[in-house]
């Protein structure tokens, strides 16, 4: 009596699924490594390598040594390679002993200081350059991180010397006068926009101007110069209890603006991620006619972000006033407000992002000085080094084309940090008619 069979085959081996999925196709890798070398982070890196090199480039061409060996390149091209060897690996190492570690110094502390002062330098960049991504995640060109930097370092300095508070409530009161600042600067800018239409732009450019000249007329007061110092540019010393703590001792300049450089990196990426704002925010800025159809309110999301980013802006200048230099005068903001759209556009407007662009452009400040003082360097070579990355950054299309990388797909949506997949065949399509079987 044979065993009833259930088909006319042989029954299938059943697969394990998790050996399916250890084995990728060729074409899956291919669209990995496709889609890795598409990614931004890529082309970020790729820029500032290109940067380097271009500035290699001016580095060679601005030493006389090389320029002399390479007259004779042909005849004795070793003399050429060592020259220029020696020249910039002086120069390099002399940025990384200004800006990370001082491998030649005679004591700890001056072996150790030039990684503070790169953390120092970065804080206000940090800050400011968060301000100034936000508003480009909204589809906003906030230009006026300058002047909402200056009403912040107004508001902090006022508090810090008019009020006579306990420590710890007087710093962070000290602080929220910096936000508070920035964020009715950025609040102008964002109102006009949103009710009115002007061009946030136009309108951030002609605020810098407005607070640089307020703030040559506020140093004339005596609420900020004392008696009888109408006459200096310069304003008194913050109290004790409204400085930033230092983080190092007395011997570094590092404080604990940092950490509250961190805790805003932080504060922005759950704002833009996880909050219902910061959704708001993020479809403002891809779509503002969907945003509006969805029912979000496009002038309300606009004047929110302005005021948002001028706050950060504002906190920023608590940094050389509360921190650093511990007064104010009229070069307090200095170049941090325009430096922050570097840093923003190097960061991809991600918090991630713009803190480690932060701590490079602090770097690159740090390092400057220290790499002037290598032969036949000059500073300058470090505004260079800054003004490649920002147009190799500025111009993906260039970077993709020195090295040949592939072109990024980009998604409906238009965001550049998301990975493009392929569109699915519709779920709803009507499937084939089957044919219909014959009679026996």
Not at 227 to 256: C, I, M, W
Not at 273 to 280: A, C, D, I, T, Y
Not at 353 to 376: C, D, K, S
């Amino acid at each position: 009596m044979s065993t009833p069979s259930t088909g006319s085959g042989t029954a299938p081996t059943p697969t394990d699924p998790s050996e399916e999925r250890s084995a990728p196709s060729p074409s899956s890798q291919s669209a990995l490594l496709r889609q890795v070398a598409s990614s931004p982070a890529v082309v970020g890196l790729l820029a500032i390598l290109a940067a380097l090199v271009l500035s290699s480039i001016l580095i060679l061409a601005a030493d006389s040594q090389v320029r002399y060996t390479a007259g004779y390149l042909l005849n004795r091209p070793g003399d050429f390679l060592h020259a220029a060897g020696s020249t910039l690996s002086e120069a390099y190492s002399s940025l990384l002993r200004g800006s990370v570690l001082d491998w030649r110094a005679t004591t700890g502390v001056r072996m150790i200081r030039p990684i503070t002062d790169t953390l120092t330098n970065a804080t206000p960049l940090i800050i400011a350059g968060l301000g100034v991504a936000v508003a480009f995640r909204a589809g906003l060109f906030n230009i006026g991180g300058q002047g909402q930097m200056i009403l912040g370092a107004i508001t902090a300095c006022y508090v810090g010397i008019a009020w006579n508070l306990p420590p710890v409530v007087h710093l962070l009161l000290a602080v929220f006068g910096a936000a508070l600042g920035g964020l009715l600067w950025g609040g102008i800018a964002g109102v006009l926009k949103a009710r009115t239409g002007a061009n946030e732009v136009i309108v951030t450019i002609m605020l810098n101007s407005i607070a640089a000249h307020l703030l040559s007329q506020v140093l004339s007061l005596k609420a900020f110069n004392g008696e009888g110092e109408t006459g200096n540019r310069k304003s008194l010393t913050v109290a004790d209890s409204a400085q930033y703590p230092s983080l190092a001792g007395s011997s570094f300049r590092l404080h604990a603006g940092f950490l509250l450089a961190l805790l805003a990196a932080a504060a922005v990426w759950w704002l833009m991620e996880r909050s219902r704002l910061g959704f708001q925010l993020r479809a403002t800025g891809l779509n503002p006619d969907a945003a509006r159809t969805a029912g979000m309110s496009v002038p309300r999301v606009t004047s929110l972000v302005m005021m948002i980013s001028g706050a950060l802006c504002g906190i920023a200048a608590s940094a050389p006033v509360l921190g650093t230099q511990k007064s104010m005068d009229e070069s307090v903001a200095g170049t941090i407000g325009f430096d922050a759209i570097t840093v923003a556009l190097l960061g991809r407007s991600r918090p991630v992002g713009t803190v480690l662009a932060g701590l490079l452009f602090g770097a690159l400040r740090a390092g400057g000085t220290a790499m002037q003082a290598a032969p036949g360097t000059h500073i300058k070579i470090v505004l260079v080094l800054q003004s490649t990355i920002v147009l190799f950054i500025a111009a993906p299309p260039l970077v993709r084309a020195i090295f040949r990388l592939p072109e990024r797909r980009e998604t409906r949506g238009g965001d550049p940090s998301s990975a493009s997949v392929p569109a699915a065949a519709p779920a709803t399509a009507p499937a084939p008619a089957a044919p219909a079987a014959k009679e026996a």
